[in-house]
């Protein structure tokens, strides 16, 4: 399974806030730079031909309306790219059964 690296796009004042409000919608939407090698994000662009390349920065950006931290782990499956929140759902799930302090319990022992 191929995974390419996402930051938390800096906020600056010349361009939208991150998080920022889809105008059609209202929902928050978060901006993510895509980090990886060349060929890696060239294969990313070719998968998604409507991904979209900061002018200023030269960052290929990830847009969801998840937010996923300040970086995450972006994943490659067989219906396109997708944040992988394994470890956030595992952590909720043990939460349900046990509460916080299990949880974190139940974590540490996956290591």
């Not at 998604?48 to 970086?71: A, E, M, Q, Y």
């Not at 394994?86 to 139940?106: D, L, P, R």
């Amino acid at each position: 399974m191929k995974t390419l690296k996402i930051t938390l796009a800096p906020i600056n004042a010349d361009r939208k806030l991150n998080p920022y409000r889809q105008r059609e919608t209202g929902n928050l939407t978060y901006v993510y730079n895509i980090e990886g090698t060349e060929a890696e994000l060239k294969e990313y662009q070719a998968a998604n031909p409507k991904s979209i390349k900061d002018s200023k920065t030269g960052h290929v950006l990830f847009f969801t309306t998840r937010f996923s931290g300040k970086s995450a782990e972006l994943v490659q499956g067989e219906k396109g790219w997708f944040v992988d929140t394994i470890k956030e759902e595992q952590f909720a799930s043990f939460c349900k059964v046990g509460g916080v302090e299990y949880a974190k319990m139940k974590m540490a022992e996956l290591g």
